[in-house]
T-cell receptor
Framework: AQSVTQLDSQVPVFEEAPVELRCNYSSSVSVYLFWYVQYPNQGLQLLLKYLSGSTLVESINGFEAEFNKSQTSFHLRKPSVHISDTAEYFCAVSDLTGNQFYFGTGTSLTVIP | ETGVTQSPTHLIKTRGQQVTLRCSSQSGHNTVSWYQQALGQGPQFIFQYYREEENGRGNFPPRFSGLQFPNYSSELNVNALELDDSALYLC?????????????FGPGTRLLVL
């Protein structure tokens, strides 16, 4: 089985400052890794995913995450945040069948004007 | 907009009752997964259906059951409701060929058990 740990439950950051949301996973098999974002009263939206290939993956709105196999991490970063980035962010892992997903407990990102 | 819809949006039940939640996927989405998201927690995997058969199950008791229909809609049934079943229930579907890793989530049904 797999598991995910998101080390920070809440991250406040000033607008235009950089941010890193941390995610570590545990698995005895190869995995796929994901970051999802959840805005208030909405479902989850896929932000980015690592399936294979380059360990650095990017989203269309400026977020990026790097898969680090030796440290079993998949931290999410953005060099300059906007007010609209305020949301809950979930890291998730699945095995290569994709039959089961395991989510972390989430990190609440609050961007302060 | 993912094209995945869920009904109802909100629901209030009492302990011991039964509930059916519904999910409608886009045409061609032949894999659907259901998740329970308690307040302040991440989604917990309940089960997955592929071509109308259960294809994986998380750590949930048998009173959580599901159905998937040929028209790509699905149901989550919960019997003998308990207070701890209060949560946001999410369904997610995926397209053939993209693998279950490409999931599209619905907005969820918020269930309150009194």
């Amino acid at each position: 089985a797999q598991s995910v740990t998101q080390l920070d439950s809440q991250v406040p950051v000033f607008e235009e400052a950089p941010v890193e949301l941390r995610c570590n996973y545990s698995s005895s098999v190869s995995v796929y890794l994901f970051w999802y974002v959840q805005y208030p009263n909405q479902g989850l939206q896929l932000l980015l995913k690592y399936l294979s290939g380059s360990t650095l993956v990017e989203s269309i709105n400026g977020f990026e995450a790097e898969f680090n196999k030796s440290q079993t991490s998949f931290h999410l970063r953005k060099p300059s945040v906007h007010i609209s980035d305020t949301a809950e962010y979930f890291c998730a892992v699945s095995d290569l069948t994709g039959n089961q997903f395991y989510f972390g407990t989430g990190t609440s990102l609050t961007v302060i004007p | 907009e993912t094209g995945v819809t869920q009904s109802p949006t909100h629901l209030i039940k009492t302990r011991g009752q039964q509930v059916t939640l519904r999910c409608s996927s886009q045409s061609g989405h032949n894999t659907v997964s259901w998740y329970q998201q308690a307040l302040g927690q991440g989604p917990q995997f309940i089960f997955q259906y592929y071509r109308e058969e259960e294809n994986g199950r998380g750590n949930f008791p048998p009173r959580f059951s599901g159905l998937q229909f040929p028209n790509y809609s699905s149901e989550l049934n919960v019997n003998a409701l308990e207070l701890d079943d209060s949560a946001l229930y999410l369904c997610a579907s995926s397209l053939p060929g993209q693998g279950a890793e490409t999931q599209y989530f619905g907005p969820g049904t918020r269930l309150l058990v009194l």
